[in-house]
């Protein structure tokens, strides 16, 4: 049972470079969430998506693209990065939170992103 | 606008002895609250979760947490701490009219159960 698995794990890149984070479930979750992490402000949202195609911005969405073609996968793309982005990373998902916003959110283990 | 508030960044306390992990929060109408723990270098693992009901909530480990509405809290704690307890605590809500609306997260408290 994969879960939700994310590569890659670490990641060294330099400023201006294109990076791409890929995240994979394997629960046929409708919801999909890229989090960063950060010392002093807990967890971030960047973006969410709701189901194959729809997407939303978070609380921090800037420098970032998403993209949902398929139910099982939402790549996290910072199209130009900056040393501002270096982060860890967390995709994460979870069944209808519509009528159920009980729903547990489940996370990945994880991408740490050093952009130098 | 639903927000989350964990006062404490660290919390120090002896193995044996009773631990507790504040947390206020703020929502319009009913909230779900939810406990996440993590390891280091790991991704964030479930704990516990407030629906309805019962206050006291029992989770994974021996863990529980109890929903106070009029204090807006939902306090993590644990009759007898381990070592194995060290770890990073994030407490979460959503608000029932956010009805989309993902988690917002506190910021961690992190815990430090010493031998």
């Known amino acids: 049972d994969a879960g939700i698995t994310q590569s890659p794990r670490y990641k060294i890149t330099e400023t201006g470079r294109q990076v791409t984070l890929m995240c994979h479930q394997t629960w046929s979750h409708s919801y999909m969430f890229w989090y960063r992490q950060d010392l002093g402000h807990g967890l971030r949202l960047i973006y969410y998506s709701a189901a194959a195609d729809i997407t939303d911005k978070g609380e921090v969405p800037d420098g970032y693209v998403v993209s949902r073609s398929k139910t099982e996968n939402f790549p996290l793309t910072l199209e130009s990065a900056t040393r501002s982005q270096t982060s860890v990373y967390f995709c994460a998902s979870s069944d209808i939170q519509g009528r159920f916003s009980g729903n547990t959110i489940y996370f990945g283990e994880g991408s740490w992103l050093t952009v130098v | 606008a639903q927000s989350v508030a964990q006062p404490e960044d660290q919390v120090n306390v002896a193995e044996g002895n009773p631990l507790t992990v504040k947390c206020t929060y703020s929502v319009s109408g009913n909230p779900y609250l939810f406990w996440y723990v993590q390891y280091p270098n790991r991704g964030l693992q479930f704990l516990l979760k407030?629906?309805?009901?019962?206050?006291l909530v029992k989770g994974s480990y021996g863990f529980e947490a109890e929903f106070n509405k009029s204090q807006t809290s939902f306090h993590l704690k644990k009759p007898s701490a381990l070592v194995s307890d060290s770890a990073l605590y994030f407490c979460a809500v959503r608000g029932p009219v956010s009805g989309n609306t993902p988690l917002v997260f506190g910021k961690g408290t992190r815990l430090s159960v010493i031998a």
């Open positions: 407030y629906i309805t009901g019962d206050n």
